[in-house]
């Protein structure tokens, strides 16, 4: 196992442990009275459902010494019990085929993936797949980004699922972006973006006045170049004069967020091959008397080109490039070879680099089997990308509303680093300070949404008793009030939602409402009207 999977183990079966040897280490010379009356219990945990372990992403050859009778007998042994299935091939800008059979969208095993969701063989590895498109200089593992790889036949390509044939939503509420850190201060005053298609046709390109805009996204701001407002962009290859003077730049930033709606080199048979934003290579510098660009870029197909990020990839690719190296344990092998006790399982879904109709696939096969879920974990780490949060919050729609076609009342949660479940919070957009991973933090409300759920619930909710009686959810983690319930207003039962200082949340039969942790706390909130400011009806 890696070092994540072996701090889980380590952490689910010595967490008491490191407890009790922290109190004692620091009263030594105190006494420590403990109190059992009923009545001043402050809190209480399962410890077969708090303590638990997790099986991630693991060398190929590993599987099959780990997945044994001697080796499962010993890690049992630690004691937990629930176990959740990591999700690994995002954090790689992967797309994850959990069924290696299954159907492409084009000819030649090629374009969008969806699995087979009919068990057939048994299901022992499952792979990632390297996206193509990708705009990542620094993803976990070995891929770079094609923005400045010096290869014009490549090109970045961003989400079609961002887009408002998807989102139902107008571009301008999900701009697309790519930033570059050129590592230190640069003088700029010009620029040139070879696009492709579908380029933008109304774009800022900007440049920041802080430190660092994604660990320090408050210490700063994004400031348009005097040459950087495009708003009748032509495509092709772009040279803009951005100032008459080089400003000293780190950080520079294409803010896009209307698309030519032109077809990339895949073709225009796929309606996703025509939305969105690709550029084939970035040129970034200062203009010489003779109108001459001098790049300060360094243009490689490797991990030491000129760094950038995106703000999200087209999940496209092909057959051809597979990552087998780590090995997305198979299902029918997870759910049979007794790791998991028998216990419903949190099981992931893709969903930064797939398409609904996969994370469908999967969970229609899981279902078939009669495999046990406990929660649908959607996506992995978003944040880790620097994915805006209005920008999963879209996903998350999109995804909910298919999953949910399944199974109505399949509990799903946000990816699992985020303290905070993230969406659009009033206030926070894209040009404010928060446009990075703070806002994930400023922001517990999900707008519109289907019943869904954090995945850290005090008292889960029976699957097939849900919402039905008076109950009370914990909704702190860290101190932080996280938000347990979202509903879609055209869905849900009525419901009456109270916040409470104590950071419980109760929920009781009543009135439709969407219920929001940017509220002030000890309120009743009984529609959205109240609150017209923050609620956001679809």
Not at 196 to 223: M, N
Request: net charge neutral; hydrophobic share 35%; glycine share 8%.
């Amino acid at each position: 196992m890696n070092f994540r999977n072996t701090a889980s183990c380590l952490l689910a079966s010595c967490f008491l442990c490191v407890v009790i040897s922290l109190v004692l280490t620091t009263a030594e010379a105190q006494t420590v009275r403990v109190d059992v009356t009923p009545e001043h219990v402050a809190n209480s945990f399962r410890p077969t459902e708090a303590l638990g372990a997790g099986v991630d992403r693991i060398p190929l050859k590993a599987t099959d010494k780990i997945f044994t009778e001697p080796v499962l007998k010993q890690i049992l042994s630690a004691g937990w019990q629930t176990i959740t299935y990591r999700q690994n091939t995002e954090l790689y800008v992967e797309a994850w085929h959990w069924n290696p059979k299954g159907t492409w969208s084009e000819p030649g095993n090629k374009g969008y993936f969806v699995g087979d969701s009919t068990p057939t063989e048994f299901i022992r590895h499952s792979f990632g797949y390297p996206l193509p498109h990708a705009g990542f200089s620094h993803p976990d593992g070995t891929s770079y980004s094609r923005l400045t790889d010096g290869d014009l036949n490549t090109y970045w390509k961003s989400n079609p699922y961002l887009t408002k044939a998807y989102t139902g939503e107008e571009d301008t509420l999900h701009p697309q972006w790519v930033v570059v850190d050129m590592q230190g201060v640069q003088d700029i005053n010009a620029i040139r973006i070879n696009w492709a298609d579908p380029y933008a046709k109304r774009y800022l390109v900007q440049y920041w006045t802080g430190t660092d805009p994604i660990e320090e996204a408050a210490k700063g701001s994004w400031v348009t170049f005097p040459g950087g407002e495009i708003n009748t962009g032509k495509g092709g290859n772009a040279t803009l004069q951005l100032s008459q003077t080089p400003l000293p730049a780190r950080f520079v930033r294409i803010w896009m967020t209307e698309s030519s709606g032109t077809c990339d080199t895949h073709g225009s048979a796929d309606r996703r091959n025509c939305l969105g934003y690709g550029i084939r290579e970035l040129f970034l510098g200062t203009t010489t008397p003779d109108g001459r660009l001098h790049d300060v870029l360094r243009h490689t197909a490797d991990r030491g080109q000129t760094t950038t990020i995106c703000s999200s990839v087209d999940p496209w690719h092909e057959v051809s490039l597979v990552n087998e190296h780590g090995d997305q344990v198979g299902f029918d092998l997870f759910f049979t070879s007794g790791i998991t006790r028998g216990l419903p399982t949190m099981i992931p879904v893709a969903m930064l680099y797939d398409t609904p109709e996969n994370a469908v696939a999967e969970i229609t096969y899981l279902e078939k089997r009669g495999y046990p879920i406990s929660y649908v974990e959607m996506g992995e780490e978003p944040d880790g990308k620097h994915t805006l949060p209005e920008d999963y919050a879209a996903l998350y729609l999109q995804w909910a509303t298919a999953l949910h076609r399944v199974d109505p009342i399949f509990r799903l949660c946000r990816s699992n680093i985020i303290p905070s479940l993230p969406a659009r919070c009033i206030g926070a957009t894209s040009t404010t300070k928060q446009v990075w991973s703070p806002i994930f933090f400023k922001c517990g409300e999900m707008t519109a949404c289907h019943p869904v759920f954090p995945c850290l619930l005090r008292n889960p909710i029976s699957r097939r008793d849900p919402m039905n009686r008076l109950s009370t959810y914990s909704l702190r983690s860290g101190g932080r009030i996280m938000l347990v319930l979202f509903c879609r207003l055209a869905e849900m039962r009525s419901t009456t939602f109270t916040i409470f200082r104590s950071g419980f949340l109760r929920v009781a039969k009543g009135h439709r409402l969407v219920p929001s942790a940017c509220l002030p706390p000890t309120q009743t909130i009984k529609s959205c009207s109240q609150h017209p400011s923050i609620f956001q009806a679809r």
